[in-house]
């Protein structure tokens, strides 16, 4: 069975501090992972995936399979940052739909 | 492209009513998912289509709900009768063969009062 794992429902960081909002999956496949941000009310954007490597808005994740984790950071958080992300999984091996995590709430504080 | 439609934004309705969302994928791709996302229990997939016919809905939580795809650039959701329990918002994602990624819809946020 597929699961994602956010372990933080909350997470406060300062403006400027390092955040990493953590992700661990289950999954007997080959994995592709995705990270999806939604801001206030708004809909689900696509942050970034595993096999992209890209950086977006600064963020980068690494997936480590032998942690099965793909956690997602930034060096220097920014008050626009703040907003609920999701961490994903693809089923089937992507064309099938994505299994999400509960999401962590990110507060970037003044 | 305006992206994936999704209509109404917003429907308050009353026990036992019907209730029907519809969506509208972007042109050219070929799967479509709906989700419902609650506090309690996130993002859940409730069903999806590939090239119009549905694949997987084993996330459709009671017989009161059914999913169309009548065609390529349609989909409907359907609530009958609706409850205060699936009161949620219900977004619509389409992609081309999971190439890509999945875009979603703004949703639908439904309230059954």
């Known amino acids: 069975a597929q699961r994602v794992t956010q372990p933080e429902k909350l997470l406060s960081v300062f403006k400027g501090a390092p955040v990493e909002l953590k992700c661990n999956y289950s999954?007997?496949?080959?994995?592709?992972l995705f990270w999806y941000v939604q801001y206030s009310r708004q809909r689900l954007q696509l942050l970034l995936r595993h096999i992209s490597r890209e950086s977006i808005k600064g963020f980068t994740a690494d997936l480590n399979k032998g942690e099965t984790s793909f956690h997602l950071k930034k060096p220097f958080a920014q008050e626009e940052d703040s907003a609920m992300y999701y961490c994903a999984l693809g089923r089937g091996g992507g064309a099938d739909g994505l299994t999400f995590g509960k999401g962590t709430h990110l507060i970037i504080q003044p | 492209d305006a992206g994936v439609i999704q209509s109404p934004r917003h429907e308050v309705t009353e026990m036992g009513q019907e209730v029907t969302l519809r969506c509208k994928p972007i042109?050219?791709?070929?799967?479509l998912f709906w989700y419902r996302q609650t506090m309690m229990r996130g993002l859940e997939l409730l069903i999806y289509f590939n090239n119009n016919v549905p694949i997987d809905d084993s996330g459709m939580p009671e017989d009161r709900f059914s999913a169309k795809m009548p065609n390529a650039s349609f989909s409907t959701l359907k609530i009958q009768p609706s409850e205060p329990r699936d009161s949620a918002v219900y977004f619509c994602?389409?992609?081309?063969?999971?190439?890509?990624?999945?875009?979603f819809g703004s949703g639908t946020r439904l309230t059954v009062v």
């Open positions: 042109s050219g791709h070929n799967s």
């Open positions: 999954y007997s496949g080959s994995p592709e």
């Open positions: 994602a389409s992609s081309l063969s999971g190439v890509g990624g999945y875009t």
